[in-house]
């Protein structure tokens, strides 16, 4: 199937068939939707000992959460997860794909590290895999535009129960 133009995401809310909430008119682009940065920080801890990836690991044990008010310092080479301010849901006949603005991936800074596809049916607000590639810190703001969601119609029906399908804190 193809991308959701305007017209169509615009046309998909209004119906009530996609939920964005808080949701703003001025957010909804040619292609696409921008999200806003929530206030909530994953910071990863310094750790000695390997960790096993597996499918039992958990993030909580890796990183502390800190609430930022007014800014986060991310450090050159630096990674933490972050969350959108936005709640979405998605209907079991569209999935999305998160991706960063290109104003800010000019200066070094990455919104998803590889988990940027948005399953058909979760009702969530997005964790962002922030990382910053520039030689210098970069500080980010909460509520600043940071990512945009592309929509796009599946073949069926889809709805992904897995246990983030709901997350809306870190």
């Not at 068939?17 to 206030?39: A, K, M, N, R, W």
């Not at 058909?120 to 969601?149: D, S």
Request: hydrophobic share 40%.
């Amino acid at each position: 199937m193809g991308v959701l133009t305007r017209e169509e995401i615009l046309k998909e809310i209004n119906q009530g068939t996609i939920e964005i909430e808080p949701f703003g008119e001025d957010q909804v682009g040619p292609g696409s939707i921008d999200l806003h940065l929530g206030g909530e920080f994953r910071v990863f801890k310094k750790l000695r000992n390997a960790c096993v990836v597996e499918d039992s690991i958990s993030v909580e044990a890796l990183t502390e959460r800190l609430e930022a008010e007014e800014s986060f310092t991310l450090m050159p080479g630096e990674t933490v997860l972050g969350i959108t301010h936005e709640r979405i849901k998605l209907p079991a006949n569209i999935c999305g794909w998160l991706e960063g603005r290109s104003r800010f991936a000019r200066m070094g800074l990455v919104i998803h590290m590889t988990a940027g596809f948005i399953q058909p049916g979760i009702n969530n607000r997005q964790v962002l895999e922030i990382g910053n590639l520039a030689p210098f810190p970069l500080i980010l703001k909460p509520g600043v535009r940071i990512c945009q969601i592309i929509l796009e119609r599946t073949e069926g029906k889809a709805s992904y129960q897995g246990k983030f399908r709901s997350q809306n804190h870190l």
